[in-house]
């Protein structure tokens, strides 16, 4: 017999499978409606089974049959009548957000314990995708599921004073206005258990809040700033209905243009009294306008005097201090506070401001996991503490007590290209897993994932918005942030449910297998600031390293700058000492050396085209999304090819000028009109799909360079060859 004392209860009623071909299956809810994370997922679960063909019917508690079904229990609301019916759970098991699924055998009936709402949901979305993934919830095993991770944020910049502007985020403008959109990426938040939407701009106040003291600040009138206040409003009250966490990140010392010009005050960097009043005013209105707001956070760096006139460590947490600090202590209640570390340079002060801010519950810290460039090697390598990337353990030695650490992990990388990798995700969280670190952010700078404007209207574009054609990116970041040992079939029943059980497997193979390109490009070409790599194209259009050679009349990587570049990961060789170590019969046996490298690259793309060529034999006539991932995957494949001769070009270039044997200028330009080859295959699967689109690092080129495509980029491709027969030896 069930026992309970502190549970709400949901009840689903299964009465048959729901293979998509059955439109008579059906399943019966029965629910306290007490919960709206979970009201919401039901509301949601009857439209997805309706296009299966299958009928979801809501009932009371009280309706709840004798035998079968599914049970979805809350613990932490008292819910009578049902004790008798309950057996008793161990609750020392279930920690926030947090999940059990038991079988009562009796009564035939499955059990999802909730540790609250949120954890509560997650269990019935997890139930729920094994159902339509197989047509029945027998084949479910029990279960007990805690998250690894408290926090698991994504990171969205916002179009209105943006951080970086232009038409990269300008025409998202509409779309991030319209709460429809808001709806739909909180509901995919929800099922890939992501728990704080972060909103990021230089300036959000005079969006948000008509400053008391500074009225002029913002640029509205009173009926357009309501307007923007029921936006607002509406958009945390759905994220809070939802169980998701909302933070409002601003930059620093920033005011809005209105203000600058009204009150007299420079718009960035200005450290008066009068902006400090303002800031520590607007974070106080803030906080008490929107109920719902979960946190708030500030950033280092950028317009704290970094470039030139630097503020010391000291000067910017005493300026945080008496504005972020002051004005959360002004409002009229609590909230979470986000410092992130950027450029924090000593930690000390940070260490200080933090353990003396009278926080209630610990800061969020969060520090760029390789930079602007996470997406590269699991590895530890450079941070964006100091200018130089240097790491600085003093950030999580001694272990604090008024903070803890989230892991950035920027995509600067793949903006048009679907991407997932999920054992490179696992090694990740499992490798960087500290006893300080309680979460990652998952996001982009220089990237939106609101509007499509990348893709052509066609037959294969059945999403509408960005994120949901990058679905599986979402997906796995978190659902792994969540339990890292989530195994590889649950990811397969989700592609199973969009394209069929016979697909499955092999699609998730080949997503494992094409996403691997961008990985080992930002392992190999060590990069740090947003611009200074763009996998999927190949781009590179500011220098990581200012001494390095860089050819400022393209943003392409050029052969010349990619065998005179370091690497990021230590486990990897650069070109320049690979050769260098053979010449000298001292080569390091421990470090995956170039041509290895390039080894790799080319056996995982040419198995990936393989795939692809079987499974569209099975489908020669099949349009939708399904064409578009392949594609996709294809254009991964081409550029591995791509990368995996450009490597061995860069070797043998090497080899010219460390030993002037000519044959080597021969090899290197054989290899490059191969490279070549691979790069029109990933002009044909992308040409007649993708747009010429706006990008945000090769704004400040020549007008070919304005918008990227891959075919735009082909005769920089093309002159790799004439760098290769021009090339002359260093005899230095």
Not at 114 to 138: C, M, N, P
Not at 528 to 533: F, I, K, S, V
């Amino acid at each position: 017999m069930f026992l309970i004392r502190k549970w709400t209860c949901i009840a689903v009623w299964c009465l048959a499978a729901i293979p998509s071909a059955y439109a008579k299956d059906s399943v019966a809810v029965y629910f306290d409606n007490g919960s709206k994370p979970l009201t919401l997922l039901t509301n949601r679960v009857k439209n997805h089974a309706a296009q299966r063909g299958a009928v979801v019917s809501v009932g009371s508690l009280d309706g709840l049959p004798p035998t079968g079904g599914i049970v979805v229990l809350q613990q932490d609301k008292p819910q009578s009548g049902l004790s008798r019916r309950l057996q008793k759970v161990n609750r020392d098991t279930l920690e926030p957000e947090g999940y059990a699924l038991k079988w009562h055998k009796p009564s035939e009936r499955l059990y999802v314990i909730g540790a609250d709402s949120i954890g509560a949901q997650y269990g019935l979305r997890e139930v729920l995708d094994h159902w339509l993934a197989h047509g029945t919830i027998r084949s479910m095993k029990e279960k007990t599921a805690n998250p690894l991770l408290e926090y698991r944020i994504l990171k969205f910049n916002l179009p209105w004073s943006p951080y970086r502007k232009n038409e990269a985020t300008d025409v998202h403008l509409g779309v991030c206005r319209d709460l429809a959109f808001w709806e739909r990426f909180l509901d995919m938040m929800v099922d890939n258990r992501f728990n704080v939407l972060s909103l990021w701009n230089n300036h959000p106040f005079p969006f948000m809040v008509r400053s008391a003291s500074f009225p002029k600040a913002t640029p509205f009138s009173d009926d357009e700033l309501a307007d923007w206040k029921q936006f607002w409003t509406a958009l945390f009250r759905m994220a809070k209905d939802r169980g998701i966490q909302t933070f409002v990140v601003n930059w620093n010392i920033v005011v809005s243009p209105e203000f600058a010009e009204a009150y007299g005050a420079s718009e960035y960097n200005d450290r008066s009294p009068m902006v400090a009043a303002y800031t520590r005013e607007s974070v106080r209105q803030l906080i008490d306008e929107y109920p719902d707001l979960t946190g708030i956070g500030v950033t280092l760096a950028d317009w704290m005097g970094n470039f030139p006139d630097a503020m010391s460590p000291q000067e910017r947490e005493d300026w945080i201090a008496s504005t972020f600090v002051q004005g959360m202590k002004e409002a009229s209640r609590p909230v979470k506070f986000l410092h992130r570390s950027v450029l924090a340079g000593d930690p000390m002060a940070m260490r200080n401001l933090l353990d003396n801010a009278g926080l209630e519950e610990p800061a969020l810290v969060e520090i760029k996991f390789n930079w602007s460039h996470g997406h590269s090697t699991p590895q530890l390598a450079i941070t964006h503490d100091f200018h130089s990337g240097e790491l600085d353990s003093r950030f999580w030695e001694p272990e604090p007590e008024s903070y803890r650490i989230q892991w950035m992990v920027r995509n600067e990388d793949f903006f048009i290209l679907r991407w997932g990798q999920a054992d490179f995700i696992r090694t990740h969280i499992l490798q960087n897993k500290l006893d300080v670190v309680n979460g990652y952010f998952i996001g982009s700078e220089g990237y939106i994932p609101a509007l499509d404007y990348a893709s052509l209207p066609g037959p294969d574009r059945t999403w509408h918005y960005a994120f949901e054609k990058q679905w599986l990116f979402y997906t796995l970041w978190g659902r792994l942030l969540y339990d890292p040992h989530t195994p590889d079939t649950v990811f397969e029943d989700q592609l199973a449910v969009r394209y069929g059980r016979p697909l499955a497997a092999e699609l998730f193979s080949l997503y494992q297998l094409a996403s691997q390109l961008p990985l080992r490009l930002a392992s190999f070409y060590r990069s740090t600031w947003d611009y200074t790599l763009y996998s999927e194209g190949f781009i590179a259009a500011e220098p990581a390293n200012p001494k390095a050679p860089f050819d400022r009349s393209s943003p392409f990587i050029s052969i010349a700058e990619l065998l005179s570049h370091d690497v990021l990961d230590s486990n990897l060789m650069a070109i320049k000492m690979y050769v260098t170590k053979t010449l000298q019969g001292g080569l390091d046996t421990a470090k995956t050396t170039p041509t290895e490298l390039a080894r790799q690259s080319e056996t995982d793309s040419r198995a990936a085209l393989a795939l692809i060529a079987g499974i569209r034999q099975r489908i020669p006539h099949h349009r939708g999304a399904l064409v578009s991932e392949l594609d996709d995957m294809a254009t991964w494949a081409y550029l591995g090819l791509y990368f995996a001769d450009k490597i061995r070009a860069g070797v043998a270039l090497e080899f010219l000028q460390q030993t002037g044997e000519e044959a080597k200028r021969t090899e290197a330009i054989q290899l490059l009109q191969r490279c070549v080859e691979h790069w029109d295959g990933v002009i044909f699967h992308t040409k007649g799909r993708y747009l010429p689109v706006p990008h945000v690092a090769t704004e400040y080129y020549g007008d070919e360079f304005k918008t990227f495509s891959w075919e735009q980029l082909r005769p920089q491709v093309i002159r790799d060859i004439q760098i290769a027969t021009n090339f002359k030896q260093n005899n230095d």
